[in-house]
């Protein structure tokens, strides 16, 4: 069983990271290779600090981080990068350098935003961030969903034409993992 971590960089209860996060679990239930989903809490981690030990919230993260075959990040645009609690989960991770659970992990990203661009610039920072880890960053075409909060319905993704060109790329991800 293929084991995916998917982590939203939106602690908010609508975020459209989040809702985005869930209709692809939905969508790739379907896929043959059965996939176990499973959602990182990166809202209760304390602010990073070298002198810190890890807590049970830092532990269970990383520990989700090395168990999972591939790790799916759907991150929002804040002021042009990614969100502050997002590059604090990825930081706690991220020690020791070069050396963590992030090594070689493969990595899928995608963006949203509520302006016209898509969270392209946040998904730009965030893959150039996951190389410095020395992650392997699913190459695809960019996944970006622009006015992203107006694609919710009741709280649930709707934007189907945005889903079918995410799960392409997803599956594809899948496939790489499975191969
Ligand atoms: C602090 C902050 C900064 C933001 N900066 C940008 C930005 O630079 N570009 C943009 O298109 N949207 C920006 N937004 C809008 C968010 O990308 C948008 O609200 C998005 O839906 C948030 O993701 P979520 O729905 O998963 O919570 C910002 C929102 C916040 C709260």
Known sequence: ??????????????????????????????VPAVTDVTYADIGALPHYNADRAMNEEIRNL????????????????????????????????????????????PVFVLSVSG???GGVRAQGHLKYILNGMLAEVFPWQEIVVPAAPKKL???????????DFATEGL???LSRLNS
């Open 62 to 105: 990383v520990d989700a981080i090395a168990t999972a075959d591939g790790v799916v990040i759907a991150t929002p645009e804040y002021n042009f990068s990614i969100p502050g609690v997002l590059k604090n989960a990825i930081d706690w991770a991220s020690r020791p350098a070069y050396q963590s659970v992030f090594k070689g992990k």
């Open 115 to 117: 302006g016209a661009l």
């Open 171 to 173: 599956v594809a991800f």
């Open 1 to 30: 069983m293929t084991q995916l971590l998917f982590i939203s960089g939106s602690l908010r209860q609508d975020s459209s990271s989040t809702a985005l996060l869930r209709a692809l679990e939905q969508r790739i239930k379907s």
């Open 153 to 163: 319905i009741e709280g649930t993704f709707e934007d189907q034409a945005v889903l």
